[in-house]
């Protein structure tokens, strides 16, 4: 019980500390690698999570099926629902606070700070890949494409597995 | 001006719901795009104003963006039964449509192609973690004398991570007391947190 109570909160507390879904993928792996999850399972969600519909946040979903099965998939989902929905009280009640200078400093630091920890989240999930030559040029693509942004998220996923079967055997 | 009208039933709520949720693949603009298309254009229960209004609060809120948005557009067409609707009719189908892919995938995780695709599936994950780390990173450019602070900012919690110095979740603590103390001087824009 103790311990579904711990698991329920780790997602719910990477959500509500994380600004934008994919954010909080920092804070999952360093609640879940190496104990409930390899980075192996990170890539598989991450992957799930573009392939399929609706937001890429879901890509918790996916994290959670691995860790506990349905349950963990429902914590998950849950966990990423209402961690959110704390914005609808909160303009209601103080727009005016959230319009404020301030509360812009603490987003943008958070956002900062995020881009710090994905960029190394990021190059810890490549290395723990493999950083063979024709895996790094595919990093590079990928980087590239995904600053861009004009080609559908869901495409360099196919390319990279359609890669992996040429040359990954 | 706001037009007074009986919201719609919880039924037709939660099919345009699904509808976004289950048709817009990938997440992001695309699912954005969906929203509008479905509840601005064709359904009329949001005006445009009122949509982008809910989409700038919306890069506000913690976690996934667009829950955000489903439940600030859900209340507004439906008060408090909005919401509720809206966010699991967004949020249950993909989800369950996630598990399922998940569980297959289980299946087959051990086959050798399976691993062969994973092998480059791997670098494609983690090249969309550092492009979303930049693209996050980018309004920096704009930022003239601040960019600097920025940078250093970014800097500092890459190599905190990477050396495992601090916890992932004192740095983000610690990041947002000096975004409060420091960033909210310099001018704040909307584009900070423009993802999904």
Redesign the interface.
């Given at each position: 019980m103790w311990e579904q109570l711990q698991l329920f909160l780790i997602f719910l507390?990477a959500?509500?500390?994380?600004?934008?879904?994919?954010?909080?993928?920092?804070?999952l792996?360093?609640d879940l690698v190496p104990h409930y999850v390899t980075d192996?399972g990170?890539?598989?969600?991450?992957?799930?999570?573009?392939?399929?519909?609706?937001?890429?946040?879901?890509?918790i979903?996916?994290l959670?099926?691995?860790v506990a099965g349905?349950t963990g998939?429902l914590y998950a989902?849950i966990g990423?629902?209402l961690?959110?929905?704390?914005?609808?009280p909160a303009?209601a009640l103080a727009r005016r606070w959230?319009l404020?200078?301030?509360?812009?400093?603490?987003?943008?630091?958070?956002?900062?700070?995020?881009?710090?920890?994905?960029?190394?989240?990021?190059?810890?999930?490549?290395a723990?890949?493999?950083t063979e030559l024709w895996?790094?040029a595919?990093?590079?693509?990928?980087?590239?494409?995904?600053?861009r942004?004009k080609l559908?998220?869901?495409t360099?996923?196919v390319?990279?597995?359609?890669?992996?079967?040429a040359?990954?055997? | 001006m706001p037009i007074v009208k009986s919201p719609p039933s919880s039924r037709a709520l939660a099919r345009a719901w699904f509808d976004i949720g289950t048709q817009s693949v990938g997440g992001g603009t695309s699912t954005l795009f969906m929203i509008r298309r479905v509840l601005v254009e064709r359904l009329g229960w949001i005006t445009l104003r009122e949509f982008t209004e809910a989409w700038a609060l919306s890069q506000l809120s913690p976690g996934i963006h667009l829950v955000a948005l489903a439940g600030l557009l859900g209340r507004r067409i439906a008060g408090l039964r909005g919401v509720i609707v809206s966010v699991a009719g967004m949020m249950v189908p993909a989800a369950i449509i996630t598990a399922v892919a998940t569980a297959f995938l289980g299946e087959i995780a051990e086959h050798p192609l399976t691993i062969a695709a994973l092998a480059g599936i791997g670098p494609v994950a983690g090249g969309m973690t550092i492009g979303l780390a930049l693209t996050l990173a980018r309004p920096v450019l704009q930022r003239g004398r601040w960019a600097a602070v920025d940078v250093a900012l970014i800097a500092a919690t890459f190599g905190i991570l990477l050396g495992g110095v601090a916890q992932t979740i004192v740095v983000i603590f610690a990041a947002g007391a000096f975004g409060a103390a420091v960033l909210g001087r310099g001018r704040p824009t909307s584009s900070d947190a423009s993802m999904g």
């Open positions: 507390k959500s509500a500390l994380a600004v934008g879904g994919l954010a909080s993928l920092p804070l792996r360093a192996a990170i890539v598989q969600a991450l992957a799930i999570g573009r392939l399929a519909p609706g937001p890429n946040g879901l890509f979903v996916s959670g099926y691995l349905w998939a989902l990423a629902s961690a959110p929905l704390a914005i609808v303009t959230l404020s200078a301030w509360f812009g400093g603490v987003v943008r630091g958070v956002s900062l700070a995020t881009a710090g920890l994905l960029l190394a989240t990021g190059v810890t999930i490549v723990a890949g493999g895996q790094l595919l990093v590079v693509v990928t980087v590239a494409v995904t600053v942004g559908h998220p869901a360099m996923i390319v990279g597995g359609a890669v992996g079967l040359w990954g055997r | -």
